[in-house]
């Protein structure tokens, strides 16, 4: 589904082996992906969590399986580093962030932001440190 409804996953469990990232300041960055069957049954999506436990990235879309819903938080993770990733004002008027790849929208934010800087700040936290995160 289009749009920055998120439609909520399972509670995050914070791996044990889990790998640290580094900011652009070299402050250690913790972050996770969780895969799993969102509240709407039957549908699945992917999370990112910074080591706050805190939403930080959705797919942005549901998937039919856990399987494919896995393979599009492996695929985001392969390629955050690369993907465009664009702010924008919501209906709301709060800023939010998405990210694409070609034509293909592949992430989106896990949170509003109340200004277009702190939106900025975190879509480029994603897109330095996604590809560190554990999981899924």
Known sequence: ????????GPLPVLPVAAMRGRDRTGRS???????????????YSWWLYGENHEKVAWAGETFPSHYNAK????????????????????D???????????SDKVA????????????????ENVRINAGRATGP
């Open 29 to 43: 960055v913790l972050m996770y992906f969780s895969a799993g069957e969102t509240k709407s049954s039957g549908k």
């Open 108 to 123: 989106a934010s896990g949170e509003s932001f109340d200004s277009k800087y702190n939106a900025e700040r975190a879509a």
């Open 92 to 102: 709301g008027a709060e800023y939010r962030w998405r990210a694409s790849r070609s």
């Open 71 to 90: 393979r599009a938080a492996e695929s985001f993770k392969a390629g955050a580093s690369t993907a465009r990733f664009e702010v924008y004002l919501d």
């Open 1 to 8: 589904s289009e749009g920055h409804c998120d439609p909520g």
